[in-house]
């Protein structure tokens, strides 16, 4: 079993629409969740961590956190074509250096 | 602009060579890592350096050898490296609070290829 799964997609939504990527982690150790977004040719970039169940939300992004399901998600309203990359989950255990990543989902906006 | 600096970012390399690859992180963190990022795959945690000293070392092959001088500087010796090995290698940095690892801020990667 993955540590981290993701939708690989591609999934595409059209411009100012709700984009939600979601993520399923095994670890019911896992303390601390981020979202990173990573450009082709470029390297993952921090967009939202979250620690608490609930949601958070920064701008235009919402990352909703349920443990209990071991359920991660990211929300993107009013899709932009610049939000089109790839959104890769992480979990850390928090009990050390080791953190595991998903293979990501590909997210393209049509203008 | 990233405060985790890597050189070089491209690097081609015979199977014969021997080469390093160098990671600066300029913001005050204790904590630094190594990645591979292959195509279709998850990024694999190759070494990670918590206070200098390597605390993960995930059945990396020895054809990978990692030095951790201080704080700020990471690098990865590579020698006699595989078609295979191709990949984007990536340095990270972290602030380590006692009991664990805080968030991860990434550099721009060397991408390598191995002919």
């Known amino acids: 079993q993955k540590e981290v799964e993701q939708n690989s997609g591609p999934l595409s939504v059209p411009e100012g629409a709700i984009a939600s990527l979601n993520c399923t982690y095994s670890d019911r150790g896992s303390q601390s969740f981020f979202w990173y977004r990573q450009y082709s040719g470029k390297s993952p970039e921090l967009i939202m961590s979250i620690y608490s169940n609930g949601d958070k939300e920064d701008g235009r992004f919402t990352a909703q956190l349920n443990k209990a399901s071991q359920y991660v998600s990211l929300l993107i309203r009013d899709s932009q074509p610049s939000d089109s990359a790839t959104y890769l989950c992480a979990v850390n255990r928090h009990t050390g250096n080791q953190f595991y990543f998903g293979t990501g989902t590909s997210l393209t906006v049509i203008p | 602009e990233t405060g985790v600096t890597q050189t070089p970012r491209h690097l081609v390399m015979g199977m014969t060579n021997k080469k390093s690859l160098k990671c600066e992180q300029h913001l005050g963190h204790n904590a630094m890592y190594w990645y591979k990022q292959s195509a279709k795959k998850p990024l694999e945690l190759m070494f990670v350096?918590?206070?200098?000293?390597?605390?993960e070392n995930n059945s990396v092959p020895s054809r990978f050898s990692p030095e951790c001088p201080n704080s700020s500087h990471l690098f990865l010796h590579l020698h006699t490296l595989q078609p295979e090995d191709s990949a984007l290698y990536l340095c990270?940095?972290?602030?380590?609070?006692?009991?664990?690892?805080?968030?991860?801020?990434f550099g721009p990667g060397t991408r390598l290829t191995v002919l």
């Open positions: 350096y918590s206070l200098e000293e390597r605390v």
């Open positions: 990270a940095s972290s602030q380590d609070p006692p009991g664990g690892a805080d968030t991860q801020y």
